[in-house]
Structure formats: structure tokens, C-alpha cells
T-cell receptor, first 112, second 116 residues
Framework: SQKIEQNSEALNIQEGKTATLTCNYT??????LQWYRQDPGRGPVFLLL?????KEKRKERLKVTFDTTLKQSLFHITASQPADSATYLC???????????FGKGTTLSVSS | NAGVMQNPRHLVRRRGQEARLRCSPM?????VYWYRQLPEEGLKFMVY????????ESGMPKERFSAEFPKEGPSILRIQQVVRGDSAAYFC??????????????FGPGTRLLVL
């Protein structure tokens, strides 16, 4: 069965630094991968989708890479701010293409 | 532009009672997904519905759980005879298109169920 792992539960960085979060997957070759943000007590909010034929995608201070050989996606937040503190989830579609499989998330804390 | 609406936001039930969770998708969306998030766990897919049809219920427990998305009205996730292990946050998401998860899924705020 497909497995998706986000390698750290928590990441603490200083304001202004770049945060890098990792998502690894096994037993599958997804056509795309998505990243979501979840704040405490709230539902996930979609951030970015990257397709298998895209090496990199950017949106403002966010950058996502997708390495299908390593079966890995990296999520970067540049010039991080305390408001970026949240849990970030990666997700990929299941083999049936009808559901998203989520990682457990990485909780990012940005201190000023 | 109202987003995905879920109610109630918090629900307390005693063991053996029934829980009904409601989800109104975004305007124009005809695809609804239910997920469950247990404490310290990731989001787990439960069921995918389109209007009047269950498309994929592979993540739904076989007993006590059911879901519907009628032609009119919200989608309902129903849990009969709740047990303490059902305590979790239940999230609904909706999407617009016909490409399954290739469309962005928009999540509601969730219903937090507590079973005493």
C-alpha cells in the first residue's frame, strides 16, 4: 500500500530563515503531489499542487520541488515569518484516484 | 463566496448515541469527501460522494458509519452507536470537477466529536 512520510514532526526556525520540509512516499508513482497548511482547530488549506513532469513550482515565498526518482517533495518557505507557524501537510492521490492520502504533517514554529 | 460549511462545529455524545455531521459544499461543487483526523494522526480518507451516489467508501468502517449526499441539502455523515474511539475531528472537503483529486479540494472547518 502507499505510504507517505513527512520526516519531522516539528521544525523550529528563526524569522527570516528558509524553512525546508520534506515529504517522502513509497510504493507508488503519483501523477502529482499537493501541499496544505493547517492551523489549530481549522481545516487544511490548499497551497500548491505539483505534477510529475514539473521539477519546481513557486507561489510568492513558497517553493515546491518534486523528484520522482527519489520519490520526494521538498517544500520551502523563504523569509519565514511568525505568521507562517502552522502544520504543513503533503498529500498525494491514492491509486484509485478518488482520495487524498495525507502525511501526518510537520509543525513549523517561526520565532521572532 | 461561502466556503465549505460544516455543522455542528462541536458535538458531544454519550456512548451508544447517534452522531450526525453535516456538510454543505462550496457553491457549484458536486463532489464531497469526508476525512477523519484522530489526535496525533494524519487525515484519513473515509468516503467520496457525488450527488446521490457513493463513489468510493473504501475508508469507511463497515459497521455503524454511513454517508449520503442527497439531491437537495447537505451531505450527512452518520455514526450510529458511537464509541469512545470515534472521538475525532471529521473534515469535509469539496471539489468542482470531474477529475477526482486532480481538482483542488476545499476543506471545511471540521466537526469535533467527543464521545463520553
Amino acid at each position: 500500500s502507499q505510504k507517505i512520510e513527512q520526516n519531522s514532526e516539528a521544525l523550529n526556525i528563526q524569522e527570516g530563515k528558509t524553512a525546508t520540509l520534506t515529504c517522502n512516499y513509497t510504493n507508488y508513482s503519483p501523477a502529482y503531489l499537493q501541499w496544505y497548511r493547517q492551523d489549530p482547530g481549522r481545516g487544511p488549506v490548499f497551497l500548491l499542487l505539483i505534477r510529475e513532469n514539473e521539477k519546481e513550482k513557486r507561489k510568492e515565498r513558497l517553493k515546491v520541488t518534486f523528484d520522482t526518482t527519489l520519490k520526494q517533495s521538498l517544500f520551502h518557505i523563504t523569509a519565514s515569518q511568525p505568521a507562517d507557524s502552522a502544520t504543513y501537510l503533503c498529500a498525494l492521490e491514492d491509486q484509485a484516484g478518488t482520495a487524498l492520502i495525507f502525511g501526518k504533517g510537520t509543525t513549523l514554529s517561526v520565532s521572532s | 463566496n461561502a466556503g465549505v460549511m460544516q455543522n455542528p462545529r462541536h458535538l458531544v455524545r454519550r456512548r451508544g448515541q447517534e452522531a450526525r455531521l453535516r456538510c454543505s459544499p462550496m457553491k457549484g461543487h458536486s463532489h464531497v469527501y469526508w476525512y477523519r483526523q484522530l489526535p496525533e494522526e494524519g487525515l484519513k480518507f473515509m468516503v467520496y460522494l457525488q450527488k446521490e451516489n457513493i463513489i468510493d467508501e473504501s475508508g469507511m468502517p463497515k459497521e455503524r458509519f454511513s454517508a449520503e449526499f442527497p439531491k437537495e441539502g447537505p451531505s450527512i455523515l452518520r455514526i450510529q452507536q458511537v464509541v469512545r474511539g470515534d472521538s475525532a475531528a471529521y473534515f469535509c472537503a469539496s471539489s468542482i470537477g470531474t477529475s477526482g483529486t486532480q481538482e483542488t479540494q476545499y476543506f471545511g472547518p471540521g466537526t469535533r466529536l467527543l464521545v463520553l
